[in-house]
C-alpha cells in the first residue's frame, strides 16, 4: 500500500492501493477510534460499494448509517445538501462524529461541505471511486455546491482526516467515465510533470495506475502545502478549468462531463497560448495526442464569445480581472493576470 502524507495543520494521510476498499473500517478506525460514521454516497456508488463499505465499518466496530442521494452533478445543489443536514440531525451526530464520502466529484464536494459546515464543522474521510475524485478532488480539502450563478460558488475550505483511494473501483467505470478522470491527472502532467506526462504518453495507463495516483496526489499535495487556501501556486490547479467550467454551465451540466470540459478547455488554452507565443511550439500537439489516447476531446462548437460572458461568472474572476494558468512548457506552468478586455482578446485569438 502506498502513501502520500498531506502536511497541512494536522496533516492527513492518502492511502492507495489496488482492493482496500474492504479495510477502510480498519483503515479510519485508525485515524477516528471513537464516533458514528455518516457514509454520504449516490445511487449508482451504493449499488456497487455502500454494502461492503457499512459491512467493513461493522467489522471494525464503528456504528454507521448511511444516506443516499441521486447521482450526477444536478444534485450538488443546497436541497441535497439540507438533506444531509436533516439525516445527521436525525441520526443524533454530534460534534464528536464524522462523515466518510464515498463516490466521486460531486459526493465528496457535497458532503465535505456538509461536514464543514454541519455543527460548525465535523470530521470527515474521503473514499473516492473514480478518476477524477482519486487524482484531484479528494484532495486538497476544497468543498461546495453549485448554485445558479455557477458551478463550486458556495463552499469552504475543509481537510479530510483520511483519503482512501482503492484502484480497483476504476474497473467498474465505464471507458467513458475512466476517460473523464484522465483529465485530472494529464492536467497535472502539464503542470508540474513531465515525467508524469511522459509515463502516460507511452505507458500502460490501466496497468500502472496505484503508481499513477500516487504520483498525481504526490503533485496535489505539495501545492495544498504549500497554499492550502488558493492565494497563489494553487491556481495552477486551475489549468483547463476557466474554460471547462464555462462549457458545462453552457450545456446545462449535462453534454459534457467535468473531465471532457476541462480537457477542452486546456487544449483550446494552450493552442491560443502557443499562437500567442506565449509557450513553446509542439506543446499544443503533444497535450492533444496524450488527450486523444485517453479518448478525451480536444474540440467544441460552443461560441467562444458566449463562453468567456459565462467565464466571468467563475471564482477566477476577480475585481481586476482573471487569472488565466498557461503552461509554457509540458510539466511547466504559470498564472497570467489579464483584464477582462485581455482576456477577451486572448480567446478572440
Aim: hydrophobic share 40%; glycine share 12%; proline share 2%.
Amino acid at each position: 500500500m502506498e502513501k502520500v502524507t498531506v502536511k497541512v495543520r494536522e496533516g492527513y494521510d492518502i492511502l492507495i492501493d489496488n482492493g482496500i476498499l474492504d479495510k477502510c473500517g480498519e483503515l479510519i478506525k485508525a485515524v477516528k477510534p471513537t464516533g458514528k460514521c455518516a457514509v454520504i454516497t449516490d445511487d449508482n456508488v451504493d449499488g456497487f460499494y455502500g454494502a461492503r463499505v457499512m459491512k467493513s465499518l461493522e467489522a471494525a466496530g464503528i456504528e454507521a448509517a448511511k444516506y443516499v442521494f441521486p447521482h450526477g452533478e444536478a444534485s450538488k445543489n443546497h436541497s441535497t445538501l439540507l438533506g444531509i443536514y436533516d439525516f445527521l440531525a436525525e441520526k443524533g451526530f454530534t460534534r464528536s462524529d464524522y462523515i466518510a464520502a464515498l463516490g466521486g466529484g460531486v459526493v465528496g464536494d457535497t458532503a465535505g461541505f456538509a461536514a464543514a459546515t454541519y455543527m460548525r464543522g465535523i470530521d470527515f474521510v474521503q473514499i473516492p471511486t473514480t478518476g477524477i475524485s482519486q487524482s484531484d478532488s479528494s484532495v486538497g480539502g476544497k468543498t461546495a455546491v453549485d448554485i445558479a450563478g455557477g458551478k463550486n460558488l458556495v463552499g469552504a475550505f475543509h481537510q479530510p482526516r483520511l483519503v482512501i483511494c482503492d484502484t480497483e473501483t476504476l474497473s467498474t467505470l465505464t471507458d467513458e467515465f475512466f476517460a473523464d478522470g484522465m483529465a485530472e491527472i494529464v492536467k497535472h502532467g502539464m503542470i508540474k510533470s513531465a515525467q508524469l506526462f511522459e509515463i502516460l504518453s507511452n505507458g500502460d495507463i490501466k496497468g500502472n495506475l496505484v503508481e499513477i495516483m500516487k504520483q498525481n496526489v504526490t503533485i496535489k499535495g505539495k501545492v495544498v502545502e504549500n497554499d492550502e487556501r488558493e492565494k497563489g501556486e494553487r491556481m495552477l490547479l486551475n489549468f483547463g478549468h476557466t474554460l471547462g467550467h464555462a462549457l458545462e454551465k453552457y450545456y446545462g451540466f449535462k453534454k459534457l462531463s467535468h473531465g471532457y470540459a476541462i480537457s477542452i478547455g486546456m487544449s483550446t488554452f494552450t493552442h491560443i497560448a502557443e499562437r500567442r507565443g506565449m509557450c513553446s511550439a509542439g506543446v499544443a500537439d503533444k497535450l492533444d495526442a496524450l488527450l486523444e489516447k485517453c479518448g478525451l476531446p480536444t474540440t467544441d462548437p460552443a461560441p467562444l464569445h458566449e463562453l468567456f460572458k459565462i467565464s466571468l461568472g467563475d471564482k477566477k474572476h476577480l475585481a481586476s480581472g482573471m487569472n488565466i494558468v498557461i503552461c509554457p512548457e509540458i510539466g511547466k506552468s504559470e498564472v497570467v493576470k489579464m483584464s477582462v478586455d485581455e482576456y477577451e482578446k486572448f480567446l478572440q485569438s
